[in-house]
């Protein structure tokens, strides 16, 4: 910022080269899980540097967050209706007349939509209705009119995001519905968030090519060789207490099979959890595990009826 030799002032901002999250939704549709908390960890860390700073967005809503595509970044953008949160013991500044309206009501928190006194967990109510519709593109409340936008804001109770989108991750589904707290003392702060969403850098995070290769950066080899090292110790223990008397044969047939049929759960769970980080059940791993505990179940029958 400055001034010409004419006395002209300017200002310069930073040139971002892609959409507006608004316009990257419209085109692109609903984010994926991982780049949804990405986006809205970033966005939680610039409320959180603003908040620092003493200043309230009162905006926060998609079409105030640029996308830089090629440096898969989100900038929060259009402070134009930001407020200087109050020093310590002073009454917050208020920078509308009453009944003005400063921001959309599909973004405003409890708070705005009572024109009551707006402080920086107002900022963390609109962030989580952006959650909502960057993952569902839904809001959390059904209303067909303004003043039922308005009460449902005031008092209705936000849906599920996992009912308008099952695949949610679920910790971004908990942190996202404390966001929408009625109550502003309730709902997590900034940097709280922005920590909460962040995910730890992996350096080996890109998934190898080759199918030998993805299973041993899954490592399948370590789970199954443990599996396998350990289950054969006590098959030999039940075969040692077999031979000497104290279990039947039934037991022996019993452990080996269930021995064999370890092998491919071990081999499933090593696959979908074996790398570090956030696990997340897959419906195909819950469909390979009930298939072959129904093997398993067919087999013990069928012994008990030979």
Known sequence: ????????????????????????????????????????????????????????????????????????????????????????????????????????PLWMSPEQAKAQVVTERSDIYSLGLTGYQVLAEESPYIWETKPELYTAHKEGQPRKLSELR??????LERVLTQCLAKEPRSRPSASHIADKLRLPPDPAAEEPEGLIARLIWRRVPHWLGAYLAGGYAIVELVQTLAALGHLGEGAVVITLVSYLLGAPVVTILAWYHGRAGPQRVERLELWLLSAVALIWLAVLVAIWLL
């Open 1 to 104: 910022a400055g001034s010409l030799s004419n006395g002209l002032p300017y200002f310069v901002m930073q040139y971002v080269d892609g959409p507006s999250m608004a316009d990257k939704l419209r085109v692109e549709g609903r984010l994926a899980n991982e780049q949804a908390r990405l986006f809205l960890a970033q966005v939680a860390s610039a409320l959180a540097s603003a908040h620092r700073r003493g200043i309230v967005h009162r905006d926060v809503q998609p079409a105030n967050i640029l996308c830089d595509e090629e440096g898969r970044r989100c900038l929060l953008t259009d402070f134009g209706i930001a407020a200087i949160l109050a020093k310590a013991g002073e009454r917050p500044p208020k920078i509308t007349i009453t009944g003005e309206e400063v921001t959309d």
């Open 166 to 171: 099952p695949d949610v991750d679920r910790d």
